[in-house]
């Protein structure tokens, strides 16, 4: 088992920015992809980054790029999601999750574990 837990939402206005963490404990595997999702208000849950924990390869959703960042801190076990440039529309509740290998890692089905979301209002 894989336990998740994110932190780092909260309200802000337009235009500014939010740091989200996601710290993961227990079972450890020697290949894995943690990815960030989102399910605005009424909306399904949709992809925002990811990042290979082996070689770090990086994926975005076209809707952040250039302003959101996916970073990893091994020695911590943790994941970061920079947010910069934040927009009304970024408002949504933000997930961290865990898959093995890198496979579909655009689709929330093909992850494993799950945090309990932290949520995030950007005000206009």
């Known amino acids: 088992q894989v336990q998740l837990v994110e932190s780092g939402g909260g309200l802000v206005q337009a235009g500014d920015s939010l740091r989200l963490s996601c710290v993961a404990s227990?079972?450890?595997?020697?290949?894995?992809?943690t990815g960030w999702f989102r399910q605005p208000p009424g909306k399904e849950r949709e992809f925002v980054a990811a990042?290979?924990?082996?070689?770090?390869?990086?994926y975005y959703a076209d809707s952040v790029k250039g302003r959101f960042t996916i970073s990893r801190d091994n020695a911590k076990a943790t994941v970061y999601l920079q947010m910069n440039s934040l927009i009304p529309e970024d408002t949504a509740i933000y997930y961290c999750?865990?898959?093995?290998?890198?496979?579909?890692?655009?689709?929330?089905?093909?992850?494993?574990?799950w945090g309990q979301g932290t949520q995030v209002t950007v005000s206009s």
């Open positions: 999750a865990v898959k093995f290998y890198t496979s579909n890692l655009y689709y929330d089905w093909a992850y494993n574990y």
């Open positions: 227990g079972r450890t595997f020697s290949d894995y992809t």
């Open positions: 990042i290979r924990w082996t070689g770090g390869d990086i």
